[in-house]
């Protein structure tokens, strides 16, 4: 009942820039938080960013410094500004939430995705 759709993936240059938007729609009366993994080929999804209802944010480490999270709770929307890119952020991003109230399940939603990829 919740539905996430991503976009702003793409190729750029090491040393550039993208920003991902994830927009939530359905009916949603209270999102806890929202975030974004990302997936390698051959390797296991991992936390890059995830921000909660009260702005709170929390960063890997390895996009610390160069990655910042955003969300505009009035569209359901978060944002992901990746600046300084390198090859290693070269992954699907995958945004995700989860709501309160009877709208919650375990383990959360999920998007389709979007490719990034970073050139040498």
């Known amino acids: 009942q919740v539905h996430l759709v991503e976009s702003g993936g793409g190729l750029v240059q090491a040393g550039g820039s993208l920003r991902l938007s994830c927009a939530a729609s359905g009916t949603i009366f209270s999102i806890i938080y929202m975030g974004w993994y990302r997936q390698a080929p051959g390797s296991q999804r991992e936390l890059v960013a995830h921000?909660?209802?009260?702005?709170?944010?929390n960063y890997a480490d390895s996009v610390k410094g160069r990655f910042t999270i955003s969300r505009d709770s009035a569209k359901n929307t978060v944002l992901l500004q990746m600046n300084s890119l390198k090859p290693e952020d070269t992954a699907v991003y995958y945004c995700?939430?989860?709501?309160?109230?009877?709208?919650?399940?375990?383990?959360?939603?999920w998007g389709q995705g979007t490719q990034v990829t970073v050139s040498s």
């Open positions: 921000i909660t209802s009260t702005g709170s944010t």
């Open positions: 995700t939430t989860n709501v309160g109230g009877s709208q919650r399940i375990a383990g959360g939603y």
